[in-house]
Nanobody, 124 residues
Framework: QVQLVESGGGLVQTGGSLRLSCAAS????????MGWFRQATGKEREFVAA????????YYAHSVEGRFTISRDNAKNKVYLQMNSLKPEDTAVYYC?????????????????WGRGTQVTVSS
């Protein structure tokens, strides 16, 4: 059974940084892409970033490009999201997701397992 557990969320001021982690267990981590999504209160879940199975390529939502960096450590079965220059509009629950394939993008249907999320709150 695949399990994804996010950590690293919290409260930060505008302009601050946070690093989210996602620990994966079960399945074969290194053969699939991974992604991060977020959902703000009252809004639909949206794509944030994705990384290919070997970490060679990454893809970002326009709203976070240049501020967020996705990375992975296949030896540790972990994926990370470094978030810099945070804005109040980044406030959301952040979810880690495992893709069905070796590379993936922004379509949620491409992901088959999801974590429970970690709250990120950016104060103004």
């Amino acid at each position: 059974q695949v399990q994804l557990v996010e950590s690293g969320g919290g409260l930060v001021q505008t302009g601050g940084s946070l690093r989210l982690s996602c620990a994966a267990s079960g399945g074969t981590f290194s053969i699939v892409a991974m992604g991060w999504f977020r959902q703000a209160t009252g809004k639909e879940r949206e794509f944030v970033a994705a990384i290919s199975r070997n970490g060679g390529s990454a893809y970002y939502a326009h709203s976070v490009e240049g501020r967020f960096t996705i990375s992975r450590d296949n030896a540790k079965n972990k994926v990370y999201l470094q978030m810099n220059s945070l804005k109040p509009e980044d406030t959301a629950v952040y979810y880690c997701a495992r893709a069905r394939y070796g590379s993936s993008g922004s379509n949620m249907k491409e992901y088959d397992y999801w974590g429970r999320g970690t709250q990120v709150t950016v104060s103004s």
